[in-house]
């Protein structure tokens, strides 16, 4: 119990002295998580509108496949990432691998089955006739589509909260992709798990304690743009 508080009272310390090394990893993880879930908003929203709005032959086996991806291990993720970004892959001429760019792609890649998920099943929730209602009235398809978006405000906020929890704590692909590089790669899970492996409890609570602050900190103002939206 000592060493935990004394761990738990040293890595408060860091936080509170503003330690560059963990406010440096605190700023790259936010800014590759958020870069990742933007990236995979721009595919996984649209896709979610379409697949919730339409009928077609095979959307249930869709639907079937984007829930199964749910669960789809980072490990996974970061060696398919790996593979494609590797020298000898087909990818490998971008020079991505082992950059902050590199885990950006991998992040995405998990965030964007969740967020699609997510967004069918609010969308299929919705009254079916509110994108008919607004094509009826004189909308474009972009804008009844835009109409349904905005009914299922609240859903497509919580998706995109979830997604960024999803990829913020995940650390097999951004270490397989990442390298777990000082200064330029390491995040907040990579770096906990490096710390704590070589004995250094306080900078691994350290870093803990404040992703708990960050994932507090988005859920948070998740709820208070729901409660102005209102």
Known sequence: MDFFLGGLSRGLGLLVNLDPEVYGIAWLSLRVS??????A???AVPLGLLIGQKEFLGKRLLVVV??????????VVGLVVYGLLSYHGPLGGLGMLYTPAAMVAAQAVLAFPLITA?????????DSRVGPTALTLGATPWQAAWAVLKEARFAVLAALA????????????AIMVGGN???????FTTAIALETSKGEFAQGMALGFFLLVVALAVNLASHQLQARWK
């Open 66 to 75: 984007f829930n199964t991806l749910l669960a789809l291990p980072t490990v």
């Open 118 to 126: 997510l967004v069918i099943a609010a969308v299929t929730t919705l």
């Open 41 to 43: 908003a721009l595919a």
């Open 181 to 187: 590089i000082r200064h330029y790669t390491r995040t």
């Open 34 to 39: 958020f870069s990742a879930v933007i990236l």
């Open 162 to 173: 979830a997604g960024f929890g999803r990829v913020v704590t995940e650390v097999g692909a």
